[in-house]
């Protein structure tokens, strides 16, 4: 059962990105981030009190809160990085970047977890990561002033570090928790350290001064990113961080499909061919 949690993991999570960007292209991605935490935070606790484990709140040791609080702030650094290198790049170009999280997380499962990296995993991260390397291409000199030069790269690698490490803290803080109860927790720590970004850098005003067709978009990217989460962390909570990961992961492919028919985003050669082997890097780690 929770292989179909990952799947639907996936799917939510490939929606969201095209949703969001949809948001971000005249709001400040900080605070878009800030106004669809608000949206993911009550999606979870919804969920939190249809599944009744609210009670549960009582029985939380320190060890699983203190992780749960880790892995909200890792989740927070991720999606400030995520929504940055989409507002001033191609999803074609971040997405990629984000999902190669997928080998440091193997990495992070083996040393922290003890989960065992296989003949077809080690295979897998050597696919990816080819596969990602292909992906990134060079926009032209026009494009490239638009983007603000390579800085989106760096903000789509920072999405992906703090993507893994939220993996392995999620992992480990879920252990003592009912699923949708840690990651309505998680959500509430994402949810401050949004908000205090969006005042440490003087972006309160501009929450005013969001279009409101824009706000429907961030909204919707938040109901996606809730369902995806409950989706991820419920197959996290019963299955292997190094496989779960990998089949979330396949939401590049949805990401790319919708791109396509939103934005015209097309692939070339080159970065149809890094597509194909990152999901054959994928697959192979399913074995």
């Not at 003949?119 to 990561?129: D, E, H, R, T």
């Not at 909204?219 to 809730?226: E, N, Q």
Request: with cysteine.
């Amino acid at each position: 059962m929770w292989v179909l949690f990952a799947a639907g993991s996936a799917f939510f999570a490939g929606v969201t990105a095209i949703l969001a960007k949809c948001g971000i292209r005249k709001t400040d991605s900080t605070v878009a981030t800030a106004i669809r935490t608000i949206v993911v935070l009550v999606f979870a606790w919804a969920m939190v009190f249809v599944a009744g484990s609210q009670g549960q709140m009582r029985d939380l040791d320190g060890r699983t809160l203190l992780f749960l609080i880790l892995s909200g702030l890792a989740t927070g650094a991720s999606w400030l990085c995520y929504f940055r290198a989409l507002q001033i790049s191609d999803i074609n170009k971040v997405v990629p970047i984000d999902k190669s999280s997928t080998i440091l997380t193997i990495l992070l499962a083996f040393l922290f977890l003890g989960e065992p990296i296989g003949l077809f995993q080690g295979v897998g991260v050597v696919l990816i990561g080819i596969g990602t390397f292909l992906m990134i291409e060079k926009k032209p000199q026009a494009e490239e002033h638009v983007s603000q030069g390579m800085g989106w790269m760096l903000y789509a690698f920072g999405s992906a570090i703090f993507a893994s490490l939220t993996s392995i803290l999620g992992k480990i803080g879920i252990q003592g928790v009912e699923s949708n109860l840690g990651t309505a927790i998680r959500t509430g720590v994402v949810l401050v350290m949004a908000w205090v970004m969006v005042l440490v850098t003087g972006k309160a005003g501009a929450v005013r001064q969001v279009d409101w067709r824009e706000l429907g978009f961030i909204c919707l990217s938040g109901i996606a990113t809730g369902a995806s989460w409950l989706c991820y962390y419920r197959a996290l909570q019963d299955g292997l961080a190094s496989v779960v990961v990998p089949i979330d992961k396949l939401s590049i492919l949805v990401t790319v499909a919708f791109s396509g028919l939103v934005f015209h985003e097309r692939l070339t050669a080159r970065s149809g061919t890094g597509l194909l082997l990152i999901v054959a890097g994928t697959l192979a780690m399913l074995f």
